[in-house]
């Protein structure tokens, strides 16, 4: 079992920045084998990917909409990911889930179905 609990939403005006955690726990979790990544689910929306940490190369996998705005990091030492939002828009606005595969491909890890453990979500609002 792998618990994840993301932090960091809240209430911000466009053109404003913020930085999303995601700690993770568990009794048989070994964080550094595993890939995490960001989703976000706005209302009546499918839930997007944002970003992902390859556990096995370190690569980073952004869709294009997000690169240059947000950047994934991890930080094994504190079991903890984080997802650095600059520029934000309002279209921005969703809830944001952090979520943790032992996949580690592109190919594999940006499809939510992938993933077996997911955060409670953190909100991210963002006026105009």
């Known amino acids: 079992q792998v618990q994840l609990v993301e932090s960091g939403g809240g209430l911000v005006q466009a053109g404003a920045s913020l930085r999303l955690s995601c700690a993770a726990s568990g009794p048989t979790f070994a964080f550094n084998t595993y890939t995490v990544a960001w989703f976000r689910q706005a209302p009546g929306k499918e839930r997007e990917f944002v970003a992902a940490i390859s556990w096995k190369s370190g690569t980073i996998y952004y869709p294009d909409s997000m690169k240059g705005r947000f950047t994934a990091s991890r930080d094994n030492a504190k079991n903890t990911a984080y997802l650095q939002m600059n520029g934000l828009k309002p279209e921005d606005t969703a809830l944001y889930y952090c979520?943790?595969?032992?996949?580690?491909?592109?190919?594999?890890?940006?499809?939510?179905?992938?993933?077996?453990?997911w955060g409670q979500g953190t909100q991210v609002t963002v006026s105009s």
């Open positions: 979520a943790a595969t032992t996949f580690y491909s592109s190919q594999q890890t940006i499809h939510a179905r992938n993933y077996g453990y």
